[in-house]
Nanobody, 125 residues
Framework: QVHLVESGGGLVQSGGSLRLSCAAA????????IAWFRQAPGKEREFVAAIRRRSGTTYYADSVKGRFTISRDNDKNTAFLQMNELIPEDTAVYYC??????????????????WGQGTQVTVSS
C-alpha cells in the first residue's frame, strides 16, 4: 500500500521560511510525479508546485513562483517544498500527491492517485 506522509508544517511569521517534506513508503518513488497542493479554510484545494519523476522538471503556481522551490531525492523516497518569503495568504493545509501516469495536467488534483494526510502551515502577519 502506498503511503505519503507530509511533515515540516508549523507557525511562522510573515517573511519567514519553512521546508515541507513528503516521505513515500511502499512505492518505487521514481515512478511517480509529485505535486504539492494546499487548501485554506473555506477555499478549494489549489495547485502549488509539481516535479516530474526522472527529469526533475518543475512547475509552479503563479502565486508562489520565485518564493517556493520543489525538489525530490529519489534515493531517499522524499520530496520537498522549500517555502520562503511566506505571507499570510500562504496559510493552508499542504498536501503532497503522487501520480503514476505521466499527465500533462500536472495542476489538476484529479490526476493524482495518492495523497498524504496534510500538514498545517500558518503564517502570521
Amino acid at each position: 500500500q502506498v503511503h505519503l506522509v507530509e511533515s515540516g508544517g508549523g507557525l511562522v511569521q510573515s517573511g519567514g521560511s519553512l521546508r515541507l517534506s513528503c516521505a513515500a513508503a511502499g512505492v518505487v518513488f521514481n515512478n511517480y510525479d509529485i505535486a504539492w497542493f494546499r487548501q485554506a479554510p473555506g477555499k478549494e484545494r489549489e495547485f502549488v508546485a509539481a516535479i516530474r519523476r526522472r527529469s526533475g522538471t518543475t512547475y509552479y503556481a503563479d502565486s508562489v513562483k520565485g518564493r517556493f522551490t520543489i525538489s525530490r531525492d529519489n534515493d531517499k523516497n522524499t520530496a520537498f517544498l522549500q517555502m520562503n518569503e511566506l505571507i499570510p495568504e500562504d496559510t493552508a493545509v499542504y498536501y503532497c500527491a503522487g501520480d503514476t501516469d505521466y499527465s500533462l495536467k500536472y495542476s489538476d488534483s484529479n490526476v493524482y492517485d495518492y495523497w498524504g494526510q496534510g500538514t498545517q502551515v500558518t503564517v502570521s502577519s
